[in-house]
């Protein structure tokens, strides 16, 4: 944390993760909220990136073998922010 662009540095991880999981035919992948953690990345940042980009990724590849998408949480807080991006998707 704070050595700069975070933001896309997050992006382009979940982004790297999606792109190999398609390449590599897998039918599911499980994702960590990543940077939320010990590097202190705040919760809701690093949610609206992961869910956004995830959106974003599998709208634009038009052949993927990815069914299922699971995010690996480990407290609730992080839950909450999830359950908060999500509703907000809803809308």
Do not use: H, W
């Not at 609206?48 to 998408?69: H, M």
């Amino acid at each position: 944390m704070d050595e700069g662009n975070e933001d896309e540095k997050l992006s382009n991880a979940i982004n790297s993760c999606l792109e190999l999981a398609s390449q590599q035919e897998f039918k599911s992948i499980s994702i960590p909220a990543i940077r939320s953690g010990i590097f202190r990345f705040p919760k809701y940042r690093c949610v609206k990136i992961l869910v956004n980009e995830t959106i974003k990724y599998l709208s634009q590849i038009e052949n993927s073998n990815i069914n299922i998408i699971e995010f690996c949480l480990l407290d609730k807080d992080t839950i909450n922010e999830f359950q908060k991006e999500f509703d907000k998707l809803k809308q």
